[in-house]
């Protein structure tokens, strides 16, 4: 895992709040796997042809990423517009930047990021 495990609690707790406060972010919605709670997490949605790549900080086992596995979709708010994603996979480094492409800034290599999360666009 890329970040420090303790570090997500701080994330969940204070920054993710803080974060769907100032409505700057895009939101994934989601339902916990097993509670069926619904949750809205803020992350950075990168746009890619027919759907969306997200950059796993915390690795493939944060609980957002195994509850959008489990349930095989989500909902995105992006610029006050909502898209629904389905058939989440995680997918490796080379993956994920060959569909994002030029122009977004990759993370820095301290932080060992190698899994990425594609969700494609719903039809219809």
Do not use: C
């Amino acid at each position: 895992m890329p970040m420090p495990r303790w570090w997500t609690q701080i994330n969940k707790r204070v920054f993710n709040p803080a974060e769907l406060r100032r409505g700057v972010r895009p939101v994934l919605s989601h339902v916990g796997r097993t509670s069926g709670t619904s949750y809205r997490t803020p992350l950075d949605a990168h746009p890619v042809d027919g759907g969306y790549v997200f950059i796993l900080v915390y690795g493939s086992q944060s609980d957002w990423v195994r509850n959008v596995l489990a349930a095989g979709h989500a909902r995105l708010a992006v610029d006050g517009q909502e898209f629904e994603l389905t058939a989440p996979r995680v997918i490796s480094d080379g993956e994920a930047w060959r569909a994002i492409g030029e122009g977004v800034q990759r993370p820095p290599r301290l932080l060992r990021i190698n899994e990425y999360l594609r969700m494609d666009l719903a039809e219809g």
